[in-house]
């Protein structure tokens, strides 16, 4: 590849050349991680690119394959682990309930507009019966008699199946198919039962971690195999998860009827993925697995409770240094501390005690995501321990541009990183300085004359870059810090800005403590869209009715990050509730 500028012969590679360098090579790595050996013909290729396809958000999305038992077999349970733990045995409550009566939660009848009742059933023909033998050898299915299939309108409710194709390959080089149930025409009569979906960690709680010079992050991630398939959900939902799958009872080996004529349907008896319950129900077993195993539930990361105190303590503050935190997201466990040098035997201790738990309760570990080390992906985000900085991970968001120092986000770089942008009509900038000097916790705290503190000049030096380089686009900024500092720290930011703070609170929805932010508010079809949740006070911003299928934090933080917010000199506005 000649490289150097166009004209001037070879010579040293331009900072692009270098980046298009790099993106090949990382790219390179990722395809050939695994060591597998594939023969890219010009036909192989146009096979796997008719195979995909491109969603409206531009992700790849696997195009549904016909299953094929002998592609199938590899992506579900060993043999004795489907269906092996009753589900009810690790849920309380009103999801215990709903799980042992699911007549409670099919919706009434209002002539409410509904899919087709009964999905397709994508399976090669060959293979339908010695699958659906395998599913219910395998603990994953069982047989109902047409009598016991849930009925709607008239019409029996009937699920659909097909497969996407998984990353691994068979040793002939076709791709290993992931079971897919599609569970439209159940989901479209029932209920949802929420269980703990309020509960799910959020990456953005991790912001809040304050990490003291010399201290790195350490992250432990493990993950469960086929978890949904483990856990066996009450026979009686079986009526409710049947399959447009049937044979004859003379067809079944091992079922026993009156009548041979009899049609017998495959039904579902494990959690499955396709179930608008899913979610709420697997995050109810994942949390109390580990809570009935010993866990200490106030290390633990969820929105419903407040963070772990050592998250947002400082070391010199007497906090144990190397007390891990947890959480859990479905299938998921993941740890965090703060560590100094190589120090971690109490994280690793709490990832071994952890899958220690899930052995012992038959969980069944994958050997290929038990994750130890100072940097990694976590629900979407990247954890640098190393740099003290959390992110966007590359894999989800690859087109994110990371510097890592903002004292050398200079004019020039600023130009570099927009270069290839292309037209664009605002800049928004969002800043945050660490709260480790100003927070009023910490006694002996240096406000402003802080090291940490200095950061927000490096902010609004940035806010004026910006401002001179791009004098005609709408500028607008948004900066973020503890309300727990002084009142004297408060109006030095604020006169620095050019503008009054807001107090973010949600003391119920949202798990961490109230913030101050700078910034205007400024009316509009968004605002009105998501801030009508919220309610104004003074300098006060509450978090009121939020929306049932809105979780806390999503609809507090896009109100607050969604919005316009102004630039300097700009004036708050007086916002009512709306609804």
Not at 228 to 254: I, K, V
Not at 403 to 419: G, M, S, W
Not at 485 to 510: C, H, K, T
Not at 548 to 561: R, V
Request: net charge negative; hydrophobic share 40%.
């Amino acid at each position: 590849m000649a490289l150097g500028r166009p004209g001037r012969g070879l010579g040293k590679p331009t900072a692009a050349q270098r980046d298009l360098l790099l993106s090949i090579e990382l790219s390179a790595q990722r395809l050939l991680k695994d060591d597998v050996q594939v023969d890219w013909t010009n036909a192989a290729i146009r096979e796997d690119f008719d195979k995909r396809s491109v969603s409206y958000t531009g992700e790849e999305v696997c195009k549904a394959e016909p299953l094929s038992l002998r592609r199938v077999i590899p992506g579900l349970p060993p043999e004795g682990h489907g269906g092996s733990i009753q589900a009810t045995d690790w849920v309380d409550g009103r999801t215990r309930t709903l799980l042992e009566h699911p007549e409670l939660c099919v919706t009434p009848d209002v002539g409410q507009e509904l899919p087709r009742l009964q999905g397709k059933i994508h399976v090669e023909p060959e293979d339908r019966m010695a699958l659906s033998l395998e599913l219910v050898r395998r603990g994953i299915c069982r047989w109902i008699p047409e009598n016991k299939v849930a009925k709607y309108r008239g019409e029996k409710v009937l699920n659909g199946m097909f497969g996407v194709p998984k990353s691994k390959l068979l040793p002939e080089g076709q791709t290993i198919l992931r079971l897919i149930m599609n569970l439209v025409p159940s989901n479209s009569i029932l209920r949802v039962i929420t269980g703990r979906v309020s509960a799910l960690p959020s990456i953005t709680q991790w912001l809040n971690v304050v990490v003291d010079e010399g201290e790195t992050i350490r992250i432990a991630q493990s993950d469960m195999a086929c978890a949904f398939y483990l856990f066996a959900m009450p026979e009686c939902w079986s009526s409710y998860l049947a399959f447009n799958l049937s044979f004859t009872a003379a067809e079944l080996p091992l079922v026993q009827s009156s009548d041979p004529r009899e049609r017998w349907y495959l039904a579902c008896r494990v959690l499955p993925m396709g179930w608008s319950s899913a979610v709420g129900v697997m995050q109810s077993i994942a949390e109390d697995v580990l809570l009935k195993g010993g866990f200490d539930p106030a290390g633990q990361v969820t929105k419903v409770v407040a963070l772990p105190p050592w998250i947002l303590a400082s070391a010199a503050e007497g906090q144990l240094q190397g007390k891990p935190w947890w959480q859990v997201y479905l299938d998921n466990f993941a740890a965090g501390a703060k560590v100094k040098s190589d120090e971690a035997g109490e994280l690793i201790r709490m990832q071994q005690d952890a899958e220690a738990i899930w052995q012992e309760t038959s969980i069944v570990v994958s050997p290929g995501k038990v994750v130890a080390a100072e940097s990694g992906v976590e629900l979407g985000a990247f954890v640098g321990g190393n740099g003290q900085w959390l992110g966007a991970s590359a894999e989800r968001w690859p087109e994110t541009v990371f510097h890592e120092d903002v004292r050398t986000l200079t004019k020039d770089v600023l130009l570099e990183l927009l270069k290839d942008v292309g037209d664009f009509e605002a800049v928004h900038l969002w800043a945050g300085f660490p709260c480790v000097d100003v927070s009023s916790v910490r006694a002996n705290r240096q406000n402003r004359s802080g090291p940490s503190s200095s950061l927000i000049h490096e902010a609004i030096r940035v806010f004026g870059d910006c401002a001179e380089l791009f004098p005609e686009k709408n500028f607008q900024f948004f900066v973020e810090n503890v309300a727990s500092m002084d009142n004297e720290v408060r109006d030095q930011i604020s006169g620095l800005l050019e503008v009054q703070p807001y107090r973010l609170w949600a003391p119920v929805a949202f798990a961490l403590p109230p913030a101050g932010f700078w910034g205007m508010l400024r009316t509009g079809e968004l605002f009105e869209l998501r801030l009508r949740h919220l309610l104004l006070k003074g300098p006060t911003l509450y978090a009121e009715a939020v929306p049932q299928k809105i979780s806390a934090n999503t609809a507090l933080w896009n109100a607050a990050f969604c919005v316009d917010v102004g630039g300097p000199r700009a004036q708050p506005v007086n916002i009512s509730r709306k609804g």
